[in-house]
């Protein structure tokens, strides 16, 4: 299937009669990189689609609305990074639980067969990245697993390319650290 543009997705959406089949286009383009998007930053699976949902109710009701100086995928995955990051946060206060306890828990969940059955190389990447600060982690996920550019994840994260680059490397150093003295326990 030919994949649609985003300006012939925003131009059916300003049609009400085409507006359903817009959005319907605009699922298939971005659910699923949006649901990774998400998941790798929850990890859990479940609360990832209640968030995958929320997500696109938001971008149902603000569409219309939508300024195209920005480009659209970029804008979605604002809208999901601040929903994981605000989700994240509730989740935290709600349990009054330490965010380096929050990532244990994340880590030990992640050898269940219901998230994850890669290798034990690919185990190991998941747990690094999750001792990385809440920053970090969302700024190496958009680079190495989303292959974003640094002037998308500036739009997304409203932060410098200057102060991207220079998380994003601390972040791999700190993985290659992790990687190398870190030994899998199961």
Same mark, same amino acid.
């Given at each position: 299937?030919?994949?649609?543009?985003?300006?012939?997705?925003?131009?059916?959406?300003? @049609?009400?009669?085409?507006?359903? $089949?817009?959005?319907?286009?605009?699922?298939?383009?971005? =659910?699923? !990189?949006?649901?990774?998007? +998400?998941?790798?930053?929850?990890?859990?699976?479940?609360?990832?689609?209640?968030?995958?949902?929320?997500?696109?109710?938001?971008?149902?009701?603000?569409?219309?609305?939508?300024?195209?100086?920005?480009?659209?995928?970029?804008?979605?995955?604002?809208?999901?990074?601040?929903?994981?990051?605000?989700?994240?946060?509730?989740?935290?206060?709600?349990?009054?639980?330490?965010?380096?306890?929050?990532?244990?828990? @994340?880590?030990?969940?992640?050898? $269940?067969?219901?998230?994850?059955?890669?290798?034990?190389? =690919?185990? !190991?990447?998941?747990?690094? +990245?999750?001792?990385?600060?809440?920053?970090?982690?969302?700024?190496?996920?958009?680079?190495?697993?989303?292959?974003?550019?640094?002037?998308?994840?500036?739009?997304?994260?409203?932060?410098?390319?200057?102060?991207?680059?220079?998380?994003?490397?601390?972040?791999?150093?700190?993985?290659?650290?992790?990687?190398?003295?870190?030994?899998?326990?199961?």
């Amino acid at each position: 299937m030919k994949q649609v543009e985003d300006a012939e997705i925003l131009e059916k959406f300003s @049609v009400e009669r085409t507006r359903q $089949e817009a959005f319907s286009l605009l699922l298939n383009k971005y =659910q699923q !990189k949006i649901y990774w998007h +998400i998941r790798r930053l929850v990890i859990n699976h479940d609360d990832t689609d209640d968030l995958v949902q929320d997500v696109f109710v938001k971008v149902w009701k603000n569409l219309g609305n939508f300024r195209s100086d920005s480009q659209l995928y970029t804008w979605i995955y604002r809208i999901a990074t601040n929903e994981s990051i605000t989700f994240l946060n509730k989740q935290k206060r709600q349990n009054n639980t330490p965010l380096d306890e929050v990532s244990s828990e @994340v880590v030990e969940s992640m050898v $269940e067969p219901s998230y994850f059955n890669g290798t034990e190389i =690919q185990l !190991k990447l998941q747990r690094a +990245i999750q001792t990385l600060p809440e920053k970090q982690k969302l700024i190496f996920n958009m680079k190495y697993f989303d292959d974003m550019k640094y002037e998308e994840i500036s739009e997304v994260l409203g932060t410098s390319v200057g102060a991207l680059k220079a998380s994003f490397h601390i972040a791999v150093k700190k993985i290659e650290t992790f990687m190398l003295n870190e030994d899998i326990r199961f």
